[in-house]
């Protein structure tokens, strides 16, 4: 039986204030229902996400600002930065883990810049609501094998798409210099490109 995660609870202490900040962001508000005072639920969704996250009055147990290694993924961290930044989240540079794999926790280890070789899953950003919940922005821009049904291969947005392409047209250019000439059935070597690359698989020469 699948059993797909639907959504994110997130503690908040001002429903108003934490709406404002996530649609801010450009996340879309799916539902803002109140049946009394003290019972209030506010669901939006993260650009591309399959997942929600919701948030209001007596929808959860938990303190304020206590949700923390919230992970968004993101096909371009220097572009998610810039787009953070400009929306008024307040980000933090973007960094790398000293270990050179999963980041720790909080702060400990962190290391300035995206990770040197730019491997995918190695570059991060972080960011707070104004509660204190902490964002984790992950750069995935290949898939590890096995995560990915490479027979149902999918691009959550335009934007995902558009650099699916544009990492595409470089290899392409590097396969017509080694093959010494132009390929006219460029668009069939595009979609095995990518749809490998999602995939986690060997790229094709």
Do not use: C
């Not at 371009?76 to 790398?96: N, T, W």
């Not at 290391?111 to 707070?128: E, I, Q, T």
């Not at 544009?166 to 749809?195: K, L, N, Q, S």
């Amino acid at each position: 039986m699948d059993m797909k995660l639907e959504v994110v609870v997130v503690p908040v202490s001002d429903v108003d204030r934490a709406r404002d900040f996530y649609t801010a962001l450009g996340w879309r508000l799916d539902a803002d229902i109140a049946t009394g005072e003290t019972f209030r639920v506010v669901q939006v969704t993260p650009p591309g996400s399959p997942a929600s996250v919701i948030f209001g009055t007596s929808v959860t147990a938990q303190a304020p600002g206590t949700a923390q290694g919230l992970h968004l993924i993101v096909a371009d961290i220097d572009g998610a930065h810039d787009e953070l930044k400009r929306l008024g989240a307040d980000p933090s540079e973007v960094f790398h883990d000293a270990g050179g794999i999963f980041h720790h926790a909080g702060t400990d280890a962190r290391v300035p810049g995206a990770d040197p070789a730019r491997h995918s899953y190695g570059s991060f950003l972080s960011f707070s609501d104004p509660d204190g919940n902490g964002w984790v922005l992950q750069e995935v821009t290949t898939r590890l094998p096995g995560r990915v049904d490479p027979a149902a291969t999918t691009f959550a947005s335009t934007t995902d798409l558009a650099g699916a392409l544009r990492r595409a047209a470089a290899a392409h250019g590097e396969h017509e210099a080694r093959i010494g000439a132009a390929d006219p059935d460029w668009p069939a070597w595009y979609a095995d490109y990518m749809v490998r690359e999602q995939a986690g698989t060997d790229l094709p020469a």
